[in-house]
């Protein structure tokens, strides 16, 4: 909440230290202030008083004074009975700041803006506690990497179980590894049929949307920082990349499709189309959600399989059997077949 202080900040938005006011102010007078500016007044992140620019994260924006406002008072009016002398105080604390912006042209940053920068699990983890408990129809996620533990699961557990309580239909797609975790089984079951889940050799990253409406998606590899987004063209193509790829998923309760060559597995003809396209042996790995050894073993009894003795000669074998998406080359013993990455990789034989 953001009238609520920090350990090394004791104070709430309405009350601002000296330093976190001096700042503050420069940002509404001017739109923005260099990150480095608020080095030493961790209090406006904190409070959620500034956030990083979309645009340039270099750059800090104020939250709008009216949006600082409503948190103040959402706070205050919880806490009436025990303070009321603050509900004066902050709204004396947010004229004051707005007037500083009276002439400010930047559109107002705040809950309706089209794109949100949520910078920190806590403020990631507010926001889709809200989207939450406004949604009322569907949603749908993209859950991206292997086998998804019980402690994975039951984070959002209990936003998944307020959702089935409204009568919210959700689909979820997840890597077919993902089919061997007893933790998604479980998860499934506890959901029943609130809940339709599919699986894809490689999907995109994280997306989780609500309603066709508000959507968040990772804003770093780390995923410590989140874009919420709420413009509808941007929402709209989300979810028409979605919708794709669920059409051509395979439903959790029907098995994967065989694969065409006889003693090649299906996560193995997958990995081969990847190295066919050049990728890395990690960049294989992510994608399938699958650990780097456990991609090395499946390349190296693929190259068993097709009778390579190396990287190179295994690309060759890839194109002449059709592994890599292309009608098989009954010629390509003499092609220059398939140039791989990692050729001084472990798997290489």
């Avoid at 107002?108 to 983890?125: K, N, W």
């Amino acid at each position: 909440m953001a009238g609520h202080g920090t350990e090394e900040h004791p104070h709430g938005a309405d009350r601002l230290c000296a330093a976190g006011d001096r700042v503050y102010s420069r940002a509404v007078r001017r739109g923005r202030v260099p990150r480095s500016d608020a080095d030493h007044v961790s209090c406006l992140l904190d409070l959620a008083l500034l956030h990083p620019d979309p645009a340039d994260m270099a750059w800090l924006v104020p939250t709008a004074p009216q949006e600082v406002m409503k948190r103040l008072l959402r706070g205050v009016y919880d806490e009436v009975s025990a303070s009321q002398g603050r509900v004066g105080a902050a709204v004396a604390a947010v004229e004051r700041y707005a007037g500083l912006g009276a002439g400010d042209p930047r559109p107002a940053v705040g809950e309706g803006a089209a794109i949100r920068v949520l910078d920190g699990p806590a403020r990631i983890q507010a926001a889709l506690d809200e989207a939450t408990e406004a949604c009322t129809a569907e949603v749908l996620t993209v859950q991206p990497g292997g086998i998804r533990r019980e402690n994975e699961l039951t984070e959002g557990l209990h936003r998944a179980l307020a959702l089935r309580a409204r009568g919210v239909r959700m689909r979820d797609l997840y890597n077919h590894v993902a089919r061997h975790g007893q933790g998604l089984l479980h998860y499934l079951e506890l959901m029943g049929d609130a809940v339709e889940a599919r699986t894809l050799d490689e999907v995109i990253d994280r997306l989780i949307l609500f309603d066709r409406t508000v959507a968040f998606i990772p804003a770093n590899p780390e995923r410590t920082v989140a874009l919420e987004l709420r413009h509808p063209g941007l929402v709209a193509y989300l979810v028409t990349v979605f919708d794709r790829l669920w059409r051509t998923a395979v439903p959790l309760t029907e098995s994967i499709p065989e694969p065409r060559i006889e003693g090649v597995s299906h996560r193995e003809q997958s990995i081969a189309a990847l190295l066919a396209e050049g990728h890395q042996d990690a960049a294989i790995a992510e994608r399938l959600g699958i650990s780097v050894r456990t991609c090395r073993a499946h390349i190296a009894r693929l190259a068993e399989t097709l009778g390579a003795a190396s990287r190179t000669q295994l690309g060759v074998r890839i194109a002449q059997v059709g592994l890599d998406g292309a009608p098989p080359d009954s010629s390509a013993d003499s092609s220059p077949g398939v140039t791989l990455p990692d050729p001084g990789s472990p798997s290489a034989r």
